[in-house]
């Protein structure tokens, strides 16, 4: 075989398992949106307090974090194929159970779910980023951002048409993620690529060598709960009508759509570290905006921008991880990244709620805007370097 065929094998071969992967965690994704939406809204039907309703959302969070430290050593011993399997077989049976079983043994099941679905992005990340390239790993993980924005808010619209009683919704969620086997199938990856070795990085050997990283990585999730949580009530009380304030939020998920692979794109050729500082500023610009623009017609442009800008942050991050670490140390940074969407859950949301108890509703945005403040605080401090001991640009 010559050089140029072994080089064009292994492009299809790279191109493959980011598809395959983009697939898998896509249908899962489907169903995680739809649960989030579902399970609040059917507790509050049967007449359980809004405290428990928030404390069941964070057992997802807390399965998340606790995951972490664990998932990277797991995950090497069993085999990226095999844990993914395993992980499908847990989600269906945890969605299965919440169908069936009284609420209170829901909250022990949110605990596995979200345990189980930070397992699921740990490896699929690391599909992704291993099969990626330093030439194109911005634009992948727009694209992965992107799809990661429609599917999870394909779930909630499936509600309206089937309602939410009945088997339908909790068979529509089984089906997506038993769907996802199909592309696990055209996976190709070695379990020795991601097996942990003496020596290696580790979950807490990844978060001393890359804690801005995870500071940038923190900042989006810190971002991103809070929108969801808090960005509708805002705009009600702020002029809005519901129908409306939802209709705007939504409007981030069309940002993201269509801005996400473009700031990968000058990710990749213009730099990592630019690209990073500009999102962070335009965030913090855009959010701030909303104080005077919320009932104003600007306000659907702004959102439109607004999302995409705070979470260029995690496309970029993404990609410097996948740059600078390689196969079990890219693993253990996935799970790092992960345990950070289960600080988000868990800080976000009562950080915001705090704030707004002691100044008001304008509290939203100054708080979005205060994550990226102090972002750009840390990175200007050191530099942007994200990892430590390299030249990340």
């Not at 998340?64 to 194929?81: E, N, S, Y």
Request: charged residues 10%.
């Amino acid at each position: 075989m010559t050089p140029e065929s072994m080089s064009a094998a292994e492009s299809t071969s790279r191109t493959g398992n980011i598809i395959a992967a983009l697939a898998t965690v896509g249908a899962c994704d489907i169903a995680f949106g739809l649960t989030l939406q579902l399970v609040p809204l059917l507790m509050n039907e049967r007449g359980w307090p809004a405290w428990a309703i928030g404390l069941n959302s964070a057992m997802g969070p807390i399965g998340i974090l606790m995951a972490g430290p664990f998932l990277p050593r797991v995950i090497g011993r069993v085999g990226t194929k095999r844990i993914v399997l395993i992980i499908i077989c847990v989600l269906v049976v945890s969605l299965a159970a919440i169908s069936r079983l009284p609420v209170w043994m829901w909250f022990p099941l949110r605990f596995f779910f979200g345990l189980s679905t930070s397992a699921l992005f740990v490896v699929s990340e690391a599909w992704i980023l291993s099969a990626a390239t330093s030439e194109n790993r911005g634009r992948v993980m727009g694209i992965y951002t992107s799809l990661l924005s429609v599917t999870f808010a394909t779930g909630p619209l499936i509600l309206p048409w089937t309602g939410i009683d009945g088997a339908l919704p909790w068979g529509i969620g089984i089906a997506c993620i038993l769907l996802s086997i199909i592309p696990v199938t055209f996976v190709k990856v070695s379990d020795d690529e991601f097996k942990m070795r003496e020596g290696g990085t580790g979950f807490f050997g990844f978060v001393a060598r890359a804690p801005m990283l995870l500071c940038a990585i923190a900042a989006a999730t810190l971002f991103d709960n809070v929108l969801i949580a808090f960005f509708t009530i805002y705009g009600i009380r702020s002029g809005l009508e519901l129908a409306v304030a939802s209709r705007v939020l939504g409007i981030g998920i069309i940002g993201n759509l269509l801005l996400s692979y473009p700031l990968g794109w000058l990710a990749d050729h213009w730099s990592r570290r630019a690209v990073m500082f500009l999102s962070a500023g335009l965030t913090v610009l855009l959010s701030l905006s909303l104080l005077v623009t919320i009932t104003h017609w600007s306000v659907w442009p702004i959102m439109m921008v607004l999302s995409p800008m705070a979470f260029a942050i995690y496309v970029v991050g993404l990609a410097t991880m996948g740059d600078s670490f390689k196969g079990p140390d890219l693993m253990a940074g996935t799970a790092a990244v992960a345990a950070m969407w289960g600080v988000g859950g868990l800080i976000g949301p009562p950080v915001a709620g705090i704030a707004i108890d002691l100044v008001g509703i304008d509290a939203v945005p100054v708080t979005l805007a205060g994550f990226y403040v102090l972002l750009l605080v840390a990175l200007a401090l050191t530099g942007g370097k994200l990892v430590r001991g390299t030249a990340n640009g």
